[in-house]
């Protein structure tokens, strides 16, 4: 059975540091990603990743985030620098056995989901 738990979210100043890890065990995914949701807005796509080459990053965190896979451990990480209050949500990893290209930050497209980690971030 797949199962997803995330982990290192928590409180920090704006332009402080988080890494977030999603440990994965069930399956061996093709595809890996990350998702927020703030209160009273959609569920967005953060960061994800095709096998360990391929990574795509949403506007708004792009040159501040960094999505990372470890094979050995099954386990996927998302590095945030010069975070800012905008960051605040829960953080959901996501996984999938295909990869959808473009439509990659649609929550639809992932089938296998994490319960959630906060990330709170303060100015």
């Known amino acids: 059975q797949a199962l997803l738990v995330e982990s290192g979210g928590g409180s920090v100043q704006a332009g402080g540091s988080l890494r977030l890890s999603c440990a994965a065990s069930?399956?061996?995914?093709?595809?890996m990603g990350w998702f927020r949701q703030a209160p009273g807005k959609k569920r967005e796509g953060v960061a994800a990743?095709?096998?360990?080459?391929?990574?795509t990053y949403a506007d708004s965190v792009k040159g501040r985030f960094t999505i990372s896979r470890d094979y050995t451990e099954n386990t996927v990480y998302l590095q945030m620098n010069s975070l800012k209050p905008e960051d605040t949500a829960m953080y959901y990893c996501?996984?999938?056995?295909?990869?959808?290209?473009?439509?990659?930050?649609?929550?639809?497209?992932?089938?296998?989901w994490g319960q959630g980690t906060q990330v709170t971030v303060s100015s």
């Open positions: 990743i095709y096998y360990s080459e391929t990574t």
């Open positions: 069930g399956l061996t995914y093709t595809s």
């Open positions: 996501a996984a999938d056995m295909s990869w959808y290209g473009e439509y990659w930050d649609e929550p639809p497209k992932w089938t296998y």
